[in-house]
């Protein structure tokens, strides 16, 4: 069988390696259009953080060990533009000539991923504007600090990744400044929640420019000069973080279904709609698990796990994959930032009567030196009781302490059953009553 | 109503304060033998390893703010002796002279909590001998540090408490000794985990004499002598820290039903046998949610819960408490160690088919510097694939992480349902692949 893949991040070489490790007698090819597979793309902001770190310690596996161990017809420098679904064949070009390829399959999986979305801005497609999404674009802002004298870097969007980004310009002593339209920082987040984060990040310095819309970019001698309606912002490095966008658009033109977002859409197996054709990683959607609907949640964990569910199917044990609840996880400076499931806007959309509660608990029991404050914010059904949504902030205990939430969510609790699970306590650890039962103790007053 | 408690430490100054709480006419009275309540006992341990905190920090509500603030009839050396269910009396005794007491009930709680257990040993009773369960007692050990040159503390026991004291014995300079008759360093835990943790004491100069019976304590000028077979082990200071025992003589002598442990029965309400008298905290037991059967599990959240439960159902607004997982974390030294639900051998004696999977993960994402072995044992039923328990030691992320798995088996979650749980991910805090993920992902290879 002929097993062929477009791209090799995450779902594409998962995939890829399980179908192989199930069945050595598959034929898997894998077309990638740059020259790296298998790196931690999260772990980008850390090394360029620090100057001692070789960015290439992001690789988890080499191309070659794909081609030899695992047998993988891995080919990079492919760029795959046109699948044909008739003729069961995807064509491309080997890069940087263009010679043209063809390839024809038995089965296909399109995990082309997502790309940065820029705003329409004028100067924005200027060739020294840095995005941020695969390790060649990581290794250039890396090369650019560690060649350049950047006093100030300003980057656009304030989501997860210019956040990690601003706390890596920090560590290397870079001015760095933060602005977006929009005129609330984290929107997602419930306002007391994002105000502790925005204290976070303004406290260490960094200019948050919120409801600053630029109108032009400039490249000029001295540097960049972003034009907002009433000041311009000047810096020596631009970085366009204003969220990505999945890759679908030869999906869409090979007549395959999308849903939201522009996502391919897929059922639990990862099929879309053609029998033949696969999609996974940040290209597909996923069942929300709490709405029941689909929805596009780009992360690593779920790409990794849809790429293991195609090579399941394929090699004929198929996995039916529940879903996402959205767990999502970042660091900025010294916060951990988390959240899973709804927020109450989204759970309103979703058609429930949200409830909302925000405690302010403690990381430590009482009496422990060195305790420091966890907020959570949860939200629940009024009609069902249904958990619905943790957001937690805090300087420790928060990044693990959310998958407990996580785990009730995808065994659809009620507030009252969550706020009864038997959690662990010692006092370096947190209080007697963890800070998300406090939370769930407080919300189930609401309900 | 009289609602008459008998202890005044978590359970019953829970219930004493929920109970006024939802109902203010409710006459609450309290009877505590010593003349400490509401303090963090689980602290003591760090409060002793630094001469720079005051154990008062452990007191969370002193009693006068229960009596003024609460209103709670709240009566300190107050020692309970007997129950008379049929005059529906308690009798007892004030300390320290000793003066006799009687106090009539509508409804009583028992909320005795546990006394350490000490073995038969002669010399074992010396009055310089020390234990540490209630704050009095950990006063004791903290004031002999203070004015006493202790170079070296014996501990008999390998237990949580004992390792946390060994910790703070350390932290203090004092070698230590820690010594028990049974050969299995914690033998409730997976050997290639209790091993690490035995390496991380052991690398800390702490003696480990596994297998060693004391045969008799001798109280010499140059302190203690701990008669073993092979050897006689000598120290300055000596803490017993052998177990507990649950305090239900009382309640027995009154003719209550006890169960396992001789711990107190209850049903989910925290009943006893006799309709009128609720038993609460470490004195009680508790329905296992993995085995459906009772068990003794003394432990801080349940005694709190529990406490609220019996306020709960007294003011008629019941909430039926589902059980305990035995979830529990301990620090030792730079180790995080924690476990919820069964291991292999519980499984066996509550009929399951267990099938064991032990993984060493890490801590962090690849590439990312400063990331620590993380060991995780899983245990499962072969006959139902549901989750049975888990246990995992690692220097960071594992405090936390556990209640994850402590949720999903409140869930009744199967592995398979655990293994696709979204759970968070940043390369600071943990792989793509929670080590909780991992390790379901190779036990479900055993299903």
Redesign the interface.
């Known amino acids: 069988m002929k097993f062929l893949i477009i791209g090799g991040d995450?779902a594409g070489m998962s995939a890829a390696s399980k179908a192989k490790r199930l069945n050595p007698d598959i034929d898997v090819t894998v077309l990638e259009m740059t020259q790296d597979v298998s790196y931690?793309a999260?772990?980008m902001p850390?090394?360029i953080a620090d100057p001692q770190?070789d960015m290439d310690?992001?690789?988890?596996r080499k191309a070659e060990v794909f081609r030899e161990k695992n047998k993988i017809n891995l080919l990079t420098g492919h760029m795959a533009t046109k699948i044909d679904p008739g003729a069961k064949c995807v064509e491309g070009v080997r890069l940087p000539g263009k010679e043209p390829f063809s390839f024809e399959y038995d089965k296909l999986l399109i995990a082309t991923g997502a790309e940065p979305s820029k705003p329409a801005v004028p100067g924005i497609d200027h060739p020294d504007v840095m995005v941020l999404k695969n390790l060649e674009q990581g290794k250039r802002i890396r090369h650019h600090l560690d060649t350049h004298p950047v006093k100030t870097a300003a980057i656009m969007g304030m989501g997860y990744i210019a956040l990690e980004m601003s706390e890596a310009f920090v560590k290397r002593g870079i001015h760095t400044i933060l602005v977006k339209p929009g005129d609330t920082f984290l929107p997602w987040m419930k306002k007391d929640l994002a105000d502790v984060v925005l204290e976070e990040v303004t406290s260490h310095g960094i200019e948050v420019h919120a409801g600053c819309k630029v109108n032009e970019i400039r490249k000029e001698e001295d540097g960049f000069h972003l034009v907002c309606d009433d000041q311009t912002l000047c810096a020596d490095l631009l970085l366009v973080a204003t969220g990505v966008n999945p890759l679908s658009r030869m999906a869409s033109d090979a007549g395959l279904e999308t849903g939201p977002s522009g996502a391919i859409s897929v059922d639990e197996y990862l099929m879309t709609s053609d029998e033949h054709i696969y999609a996974a990683g940040d290209c597909a959607d996923a069942i929300n698990?709490i709405t029941g609907k689909k929805s596009w949640i780009p992360?690593?964990?779920?790409a990794?796990?849809a790429g293991w569910a195609v090579a399941d199917h394929l090699c004929g044990e198929p996995?039916a994959?529940?879903?996402?609840?959205?767990?999502?996880?970042?660091?900025v400076l010294d916060l951990?930032v988390?959240r899973?499931g709804l927020n109450e806007k989204e759970a309103q959309t979703a058609n429930f009567s949200p409830v909302e509660v925000t405690v302010k608990t403690r990381s430590m029991?009482?009496?422990?030196?060195g305790s420091t404050p966890i907020y959570v914010s949860m939200v629940a059904d009024k009609t069902s009781d249904r958990l619905l949504g943790v957001q937690m902030v805090g300087k420790k205990?928060v990044?693990?302490?959310?998958?407990?939430a996580?785990?009730?969510?995808?065994?659809k609790?009620t507030v009252?059953?969550?706020f009864?699970?038997?959690?662990?306590?010692?006092?370096?650890?947190?209080p007697?009553?963890?800070p998300?039962l406090t939370a769930a103790n407080q919300l189930l007053k609401k309900l």
Not at 420 to 430: I, M, N, S
Request: proline share 6%.
């Open positions: 995450a931690s999260c772990g850390y090394h770190r310690e992001l690789i988890v698990i992360l690593a964990l779920r990794n796990r996995v994959l529940p879903g996402i609840c959205g767990t999502s996880v970042f660091k951990e988390a899973t029991a009482h009496g422990q030196p205990g990044a693990h302490r959310i998958n407990a996580a785990v009730a969510l995808s065994a609790m009252a059953q969550f009864q699970t038997d959690l662990a306590y010692a006092p370096p650890f947190g007697v009553w963890d998300l």
